[in-house]
């Protein structure tokens, strides 16, 4: 990518990248119909888990690559020339080519979809999107307005994408459930001190196990049965959507208690 344009969707910004094709944050769009919707984000990996979608990466990347379409699929991380996942730098998140990107916006949303597509269009054929000439001085004030908070907006969206990079980019990645212990590691804690945070603040019984709005109102964990030597054991496992959830908390600072090896008491205030 050449050159990158941000662009507002209901005041949400999503980066376009422009160069010999057209590269969106796929991040940045769910993002901004989540926000648009009051809903949950639709993290990228979960589209990208359809063997339909896994199907058209790969016949995208072999076009790309001029030749004929592989008897099987390559792992979608090796679809270099369709997907990007970055992490760290001033550019974080995943990154679609603008093919994929359409089809995810149309996953997203019907609507959403249609704008993605006017974007595209216009920024392939003229390298950037004309909003049209200000009419009179106060149109042309209002202009210059949007235009300045749509790059504050952009701004602190990177800013913040930065610290999120090495945790929240991994996570949208990754299709399985959790161990604690996995969990614990991806948060920067450790499984013991992580586990009795949970308790105390009521996302775990004593024992281990889940409260049950966790496991069905707001699915962040499930129960894993696990057999040994014939006794059978209930093992908590923490679903994508509770990472996305215990990864916020994080990165709004109320885990540091449990991020460093201070021995501070745990606040169990946390906002749910």
């Not at 600072?253 to 449990?258: D, F």
Request: hydrophobic share 40%; glycine share 6%; aromatic share 10%.
């Amino acid at each position: 990518m050449s050159n990158t344009k941000v662009l507002l969707y209901e005041n949400s910004p999503i980066t376009f990248g422009i160069g010999d094709n057209i590269w969106v944050n796929a991040n940045e769009m769910a993002r901004a119909i989540a926000k648009f919707y009051d809903v949950p984000a639709k993290p990228p990996k979960d589209f990208l888990k359809s063997d339909m979608i896994l199907s058209y990466v790969n016949i995208l990347e072999d076009r790309f690559n001029k030749r004929e379409n592989q008897k099987e699929n390559r792992p979608i991380e090796k679809c270099s020339n369709v997907l990007r996942v970055v992490n760290g730098g001033d550019m974080p998140g995943t990154w679609m080519h603008e093919k994929l990107a359409l089809r995810f916006a149309q996953w997203l949303s019907a609507e959403f979809s249609l704008w993605v597509d006017d974007q595209i269009k216009e920024l392939l054929t003229k390298g950037t999107v004309s909003i049209g000439l200000p009419k009179d001085y106060p149109s042309a004030l209002r202009a210059l307005a949007d235009s300045h908070e749509a790059r504050m907006i952009a701004e602190a969206a990177a800013e913040e994408n930065k610290e999120k990079a090495e945790g929240y980019e991994l996570l949208i990645e990754k299709a399985d459930n959790y161990t604690l212990k996995e969990a614990a590691d991806l948060l920067g804690s450790g499984q013991n001190r992580f586990s009795k945070w949970l308790m105390q603040n009521k996302f775990l019984q004593v024992g281990g196990i889940p409260y049950q709005t966790y496991l069905r109102n707001q699915p962040y964990f499930v129960v894993k049965e696990v057999t040994k030597a014939g006794t059978v054991y209930h093992t908590p496992m923490i679903t994508p959507k509770g990472m996305d959830y215990f990864t916020k908390l994080r990165n709004r600072g109320q885990m540091n208690e449990i991020l460093n090896k201070s021995s501070k008491t745990l606040d169990t205030n946390i906002i749910k």
